[in-house]
């Protein structure tokens, strides 16, 4: 079984197996070179050559299309399906008491420790989030008609967390459409507390929803519309700081995807980094991990999809992500480090990254696009060794 994302030429590889090249080639009646190049991606067959690939491997013909499984394909019993149910209002019913504010901050902080320190996270918030979100959910639904002023604003602080999470968590799965109503009940809930440090945390899970939805200009104006505002908002010093600096990063970000690259460098220097000085690594506020090494990350980032792969390697080596709080973070950065080896087709340090990837988030590396695209092009033209490993690992993660 091939996974649905796998190119034409790579099924073609993986479905020939052993055999050589040249001699499926001849006896399909195409060159050895002309089957090379359909195999790296340099070429797509036309349809009798691909029949007659098929039947020369032995597969059907559909086996060698690559097709995106659509998203109401899921199984409706599956984990991700869960957290979906519970998110759009499959919860208790409505006259069950709901739980405490204070019990819910604690389930809230315990999933978002999870979220960002573990390597099976995928796994362990599919089995928390759903009874979570289904409680939270359940409470604001009571707290919006209590007459308990504090609770109501500690349950609906509890939510805008919770949905900040949820944002992450689904845009993660490819529930974009799902991850956009969550950083919108984030804002809501966070208003409705009037609780100025989670309106900008909410702002800022909103800009990395449209930057996964491909709307970098849309997201770009609205992070620093949502700086300004916080600059003004009555907070202390740091979060001030740090929440600022986050939403010039989504800024950044923006502007690197449309490959305005003097421009993110710009204000990633002038705004970012400049409040960066008065945070701490390990300060983590509204999970955001704003500190001074996130800003050196966004500058690996710029450098690697601006193609500036030397560069990028180079601010790589002065980067230590040891004191980030944020295991996602680390599991990026090694990611764009891999990307850069890529780049300039040093296949070796490739593979060695990716297989660094693999002790430290294995879920997370099985669910990266760029992670799965790098797997293929290590097994498509690394040398032989290299190539089998690289061809176990796509075994692992589900790529065959």
């Not at 050895?32 to 340099?42: A, F, H, T, V």
């Not at 998110?87 to 819910?104: E, I, N, Q």
């Not at 900040?164 to 208003?191: F, M, N, P, Q, W």
């Amino acid at each position: 079984m091939v996974a649905a994302d796998v190119p034409i030429g790579d099924r073609i590889r993986h479905y020939r197996g052993g055999r050589r090249q040249d001699a499926v080639a001849g006896l399909v009646g195409i060159s050895p070179d002309y089957l090379s190049q359909i195999e790296r991606g340099l070429k797509v067959p036309s349809l009798p050559i691909l029949y007659a690939l098929a039947q020369e491997l032995g597969v059907p013909a559909a086996a060698l299309l690559s097709e995106q499984a659509p998203v109401e394909a899921e199984a409706a019993d599956t984990a991700e399906a869960a957290v979906g149910r519970a998110f759009l209002g499959f919860g208790p019913p409505r006259s069950a008491p709901p739980v405490a504010a204070a019990v819910l901050r604690d389930r809230v902080e315990a999933a978002w420790w999870s979220w960002q320190t573990s390597g099976t996270r995928f796994t362990d918030a599919s089995t928390t989030l759903p009874g979570l979100v289904a409680d939270v959910e359940h409470a604001v639904r009571n707290a919006r008609v209590s007459s308990d002023a504090d609770e109501r604003r500690a349950v609906l602080r509890a939510a805008a967390d919770l949905y900040c999470l949820l944002r992450s968590y689904l845009r993660r799965t490819g529930r974009v459409d799902l991850a956009t109503i969550a950083a919108d009940r984030a804002k809501r809930a966070a208003e409705d507390a009037d609780d100025p440090l989670r309106i900008a945390a909410a702002q800022w899970n909103l800009g990395h929803v449209l930057l996964a939805a491909g709307q970098p200009a849309e997201a770009e104006e609205l992070a620093l519309r949502a700086a300004e505002e916080v600059m003004t908002a009555r907070l202390p010093e740091v979060e001030q700081a740090a929440m600022a600096g986050a939403l010039h990063l989504v800024a950044v970000v923006g502007a690197a995807r449309r490959r305005r690259w003097w421009e993110a460098r710009d204000r990633l220097m002038r705004h970012a980094a400049e409040v960066a000085r008065q945070v701490s690594d390990t300060s983590n506020v509204a999970w955001t991990v704003f500190g001074p090494t996130n800003v050196a990350l966004h500058a690996l980032s710029i450098d690697m999809e601006a193609g500036e792969t030397s560069e990028a390697l180079n601010t790589a080596d002065a980067i230590d992500t040891s004191a980030l709080p944020s295991l996602e973070r680390e599991f990026t950065f090694g990611m764009e480090v891999a990307a850069c080896h890529s780049q300039r087709r040093d296949d070796a340090a490739a593979l060695l990254a990716l297989r660094d990837l693999e002790a430290l988030a294995p879920e997370d590396l099985a669910r990266t696009p760029l992670a799965r695209q790098l797997v293929l092009t290590v097994i498509r033209r690394a040398r032989a060794m290299h190539a089998r490993q690289a061809e176990e690992m796509a075994e692992r993660i589900g790529l065959v």
